[in-house]
Antibody, heavy 127, light 105 residues
């Protein structure tokens, strides 16, 4: 069974940092793109960042560029999100998810979607 | 930035058909994906590539896309289908719709 388990959330002061982790099991982790998505209280889903299979290709939503860094350790089957300069607007549940995609000449159209999600970890930014 | 528009809420009686729409000016050129999020739970993929169901998703869930509008249809809606539903597409980045709260009255 495919499982993604996030950890590392908690209460942090404005301006602080936090590192989230996502442990994968039941999949050949190194063969999949991965992603982070968050959901502020009472709000919708917001995509944050993608990373390719070997970590050489990363992309971010504008609102977190320069503050958040996505990374992975395939030897540990783990995905990470380093979050710096946190503000109240970053308060949310953070989900990791496995990404399915097709891009390039062999694809009818470029697409990315999440087929497996973790249960999420909660980040609260408050003084 | 690219936007996907969904109605904030849809109501349906048990056993009836619910339709949730998602509009975006590039949907005719790309795939739409749908996620169900029950209260307090993480999202679950229910439709991919406009109209395909992942294994384990009941047949009452179906999807379609025409022009700039994608539609998620739930036939014979059950109480357990009460949830938030999000559409998603790709336009230089992952884009989600604002979500639709489905109420089964």
């Amino acid at each position: 069974e495919v499982q993604l388990v996030e950890s590392g959330g908690g209460l942090v002061q404005p301006g602080g940092s936090l590192r989230l982790s996502c442990a994968a099991s039941g999949i050949t982790f190194s063969t999949y793109w991965m992603t982070w998505v968050r959901q502020a209280p009472g709000k919708g889903l917001e995509w944050l960042a993608n990373i390719n299979e070997d970590g050489s290709d990363k992309s971010y939503v504008d609102s977190v560029k320069g503050r958040f860094t996505i990374s992975r350790d395939n030897a540990k089957n783990s995905l990470y999100l380093q979050m710096n300069s946190l503000s109240a607007e970053d308060t949310a549940v953070y989900y990791c998810a496995r990404l399915k995609y097709c891009s390039g000449g062999g694809c009818p159209t470029t697409y990315y979607y999440m087929d497996v999600w973790g249960k999420g970890t909660t980040v609260t930014v408050s003084s | 930035s690219y936007e996907l528009t969904q109605p904030p809420s849809v109501s349906v009686s048990p056993g009836q058909t619910a339709k949730i729409t998602c509009s975006g000016d590039k949907l005719g050129k790309t795939y739409t994906f749908w996620y169900q999020q029950r209260p307090g739970q993480s999202p679950v993929l229910v439709i991919f590539h406009d109209s395909k169901r992942p294994s384990g998703i009941p047949e009452r869930f179906s999807g379609s896309s025409s022009g700039n509008t994608a539609t998620l249809t739930i036939s014979g809606t059950q109480a357990m289908d009460e949830a938030d539903y999000y559409c998603q597409a790709w336009d230089s980045s992952v884009v989600f719709g604002g979500g639709t709260k489905l109420t089964v009255l």
